[in-house]
């Protein structure tokens, strides 16, 4: 008569065979099948992870982190978390009824800016216009009160002022009128955060003095991008 298999043969090979997959498992990194492996500098790299080409790897030996592309929601990056995070302001200020004198520049209007907290340098793009009449009938560049009338735009910080090429226009004598307009674009360096700019338009004649009118008018105008 045939002698019937032995059970616990069977089950010895079974337990065996779950022994060598408990092995086997015991010994895979924990990293398998999630696609991103150590990479030796205190990080992990993605499995298709090629510098400059593909995958991302964080690098915690030098803090360094490299990815493709990114996508992140709107608005979770404030100014305090980039390299050069920037502001604006406007400036502008304006003067009217004055008089203009003779080969001497006056400051007609001004305004202060104030250098905001965090910042140190700035890009301005200055301008200024200044019209005015001319009441004089004698004298001047031709005997009967010709004359011309110049303008520019100044922006003054701590360390000094620049400003905008003085443009002279030529205005008749006996009520005749004209406008004088000039900008230009400075960059601000070593500004202290709390300290005051200035913005100005500067204006005189060239010949004599022109007589206040209460339509005389100048402007100052500024666009200022403050940067770390």
């Not at 604006?88 to 400051?107: I, R, W």
């Not at 400003?163 to 400075?186: E, I, K, R």
């Amino acid at each position: 008569m045939a002698r019937n298999p032995d059970p616990w043969q069977g089950l010895r090979a079974e337990i065996e065979r779950l022994k060598a997959d408990v092995k086997r498992l015991l010994n895979r990194s924990p990293f398998f099948g999630t696609g991103v492996h150590p990479n030796g500098n205190d990080g992990l790299d993605s499995d298709n992870y090629s510098t400059g080409v593909s995958g991302f790897s964080l690098n915690g030996a030098t803090g360094n982190v490299e990815f493709n592309s990114m996508t992140l929601r709107g608005g979770i990056i404030g100014n305090d978390a980039l390299a050069n995070p920037v502001d604006g302001k406007v400036g502008n200020v304006s003067a009217s009824g004055f008089a203009l004198t003779a080969g001497a520049f006056t400051e007609l209007a001004g305004q202060n800016i104030v250098v905001p907290a965090g910042f140190t340098q700035a890009l301005a793009t200055a301008g200024a216009t200044v019209f005015a009449y001319n009441p004089n009938t004698t004298g001047g560049s031709n005997t009967t009160g010709g004359d011309a009338i110049y303008c520019y735009a100044q922006v003054t910080t701590p360390a000094g002022a620049v400003g905008s090429h003085a443009n002279p226009v030529g205005v008749t004598g006996l009520g005749g009128y004209a406008t004088s307009f000039s900008s230009a674009g400075f960059e601000l360096n070593n500004l202290t955060p709390g300290s005051t700019l200035r913005l100005s338009v500067y204006g005189c004649s060239a010949y004599q003095g022109l007589a206040a009118n209460p339509d005389n008018y100048a402007n100052a105008y500024a666009s200022v991008v403050w940067l770390r």
